[in-house]
């Protein structure tokens, strides 16, 4: 059963990188790793998502090291607006060959004036 | 492109009563997934559907419970006879893959159960 641990919640200052940490020690050989955020209210957005090393888009990075049983969501420079839940997500496999997804507890971020 | 499309917003029964929760998923996107998510907690998977196939639906309660997606319109989230714990946000996600966790989410239905 895949299963994600994450801190729980963390604070930072604004114009800080953040860097949160999640555990994967199970996932699936041919798995990917998703990050979402959360706004109370609203639904998860996709932030990234990787496979291996490392990615990068517009609003963040993704570290994945050799073994890929963590990953490292990296936020340049936050701000208030980045106060939110952030969940990694990885699959569960099926016997149909396809994957649930289960989200972990999440880390609730919150960024400081 | 439309998003995933879920409605209503909001919605208010009393005990006993019935709950639909209906979800559209993104064009061309043929798998569904519903959670249910309780204030200041995680997102808790209840069913993956495919189009007119349950494909896993350990997360859901055995009674009262049920989902749907059909061959053609909206995927159902039914819940029978509704009690005050049943009150919650009810998400739903959808891919056009069925390996890939990138899910998109609708804007969830808030269920109150007076």
């Known amino acids: 059963l895949a299963k994600t641990t994450q801190p729980i919640s963390m604070d930072s200052y604004e114009g800080q990188e953040v860097n949160i940490t999640c555990s994967h020690n199970n996932i699936a050989t041919n798995d990917y790793i998703t990050w979402y955020q959360q706004f109370p209210s609203q639904g998860p957005r996709f932030i990234i998502q990787?496979?291996?090393t490392k990615v990068t888009n517009e609003v963040a990075s993704l570290f994945i090291p050799a073994d890929r049983k963590s990953s490292t969501l990296s936020l340049p420079r936050v701000s208030l607006s980045d106060t939110a839940v952030y969940y990694c997500?990885?699959?569960?496999?099926?016997?149909?060959?396809?994957?649930?997804?289960?989200f972990g507890t999440g880390t609730r971020l919150k960024v400081l004036a | 492109n439309a998003g995933v499309m879920q409605n209503p917003r909001h919605l208010v029964r009393r005990r006993g009563q019935e709950a639909r929760l209906r979800c559209s998923p993104m064009k061309g996107h043929s798998h569904v997934y519903w959670y249910r998510q309780l204030p200041e907690e995680g997102l808790k998977f209840m069913v993956y559907?495919?189009?007119?196939?349950?494909?896993?639906e350990s997360g859901m309660p055995k009674e009262r419970f049920s989902a749907e997606f059909p061959k053609e319109g909206p995927s159902i989230l039914r819940i029978q006879q509704v009690v005050r714990g049943d009150s919650a946000a009810y998400f739903c996600?959808?891919?056009?893959?069925?390996?890939?966790?990138?899910?998109?989410f609708g804007s969830g239905t808030q269920l109150s159960v007076l």
């Open positions: 997500l990885v699959g569960d496999p099926l016997e149909s060959g396809t994957y649930k997804y289960i």
């Open positions: 996600a959808s891919s056009d893959t069925a390996t890939n966790e990138k899910l998109f």
């Open positions: 990787g496979y291996k």
């Open positions: 559907l495919q189009k007119e196939n349950i494909i896993d």
